[in-house]
T-cell receptor, first 118, second 112 residues
Framework: GAVVSQHPSWVICKSGTSVKIECRSL??????MFWYRQFPKQSLMLMAT?????????EQGVEKDKFLINHASLTLSTLTVTSAHPEDSSFYIC??????????????FGDGTRLSIL | DQQVKQNSPSLSVQEGRISILNCDYT??????FLWYKKYPAEGPTFLIS?????DKNEDGRFTVFLNKSAKHLSLHIVPSQPGDSAVYFC???????????FGKGTRLSVIA
């Protein structure tokens, strides 16, 4: 089945540090990748939709300059949390859908990255 | 405005019995509905889906029922097993290359 690999799985760093999270589709090409954020006991909240070769589309309330998304190839998207602060601590999850984008193709998720900012 | 709602944050079921997880939605444009299972510190895993033109889809122990007139769907797990203990997310999608819209999840605990 389709596999999405996300790294790192856990990051602890000091306030002001920038953190990069990688999301790779291992055995399929993903024209579109999605980045979600999950707070404790909350649902997955979509942050942005990343399309290969173009700028990401951010959801309302998500700071573009804070959360930089790059989708340089059909198998790799990165999320960089710039100058992270404690309020950015959260569980970040990427997701990819097989190219074609039909609604019946399930999104496949990475295992998530737990980001803790001290 | 939450388009996908899971009103029960938790559910406890005895091993061997049926687990029924419920989900309501408000957007009549949703084309597909999906259920995901999530363990702590892991990403969601796709479980089962149903098209808006169907009313039932079955896969082994898992069955999803869709009632379009009531804008309601449910996931039945029978028989429930301790390994089914996880958070279950209901999700929906409109046609085209749009992202999933998730409910808040229901934590299922299957007690041996």
């Amino acid at each position: 089945g389709a596999v999405v690999s996300q790294h790192p799985s856990w990051v602890i760093c000091k306030s002001g540090t920038s953190v990069k999270i990688e999301c790779r589709s291992l055995d399929f090409q993903a024209t579109t990748m999605f980045w979600y954020r999950q707070f404790p006991k909350q649902s997955l909240m979509l942050m942005a939709t990343s399309n290969e070769g173009s700028k990401a589309t951010y959801e309302q309330g998500v700071e573009k300059d804070k959360f930089l998304i790059n989708h340089a190839s059909l198998t790799l998207s990165t999320l960089t949390v710039t100058s992270a602060h404690p309020e950015d601590s959260s569980f970040y999850i990427c997701s990819a859908r097989v190219s074609g984008g039909y609604s019946n193709q399930p999104q496949h998720f990475g295992d998530g990255t737990r980001l803790s900012i001290l | 405005d939450q388009q996908v709602k899971q009103n029960s944050p938790s559910l406890s079921v005895q091993e061997g019995r049926i687990s029924i997880l419920n989900c309501d939605y408000t957007n009549s444009m949703f084309d597909y509905f999906l259920w995901y299972k999530k363990y702590p510190a892991e990403g969601p895993t796709f479980l089962i889906s149903i098209s808006s033109i169907k009313d039932k889809n079955e896969d082994g122990r898992f069955t999803v029922f869709l009632n379009k007139s009531a804008k309601h769907l449910s996931l039945h797990i029978v028989p429930s097993q301790p390994g089914d203990s996880a958070v279950y997310f209901c999700a929906a999608i409109t046609s085209g290359n749009t992202p999933l819209v998730f409910g808040k999840g229901t934590r299922l605990s299957v007690i041996a």
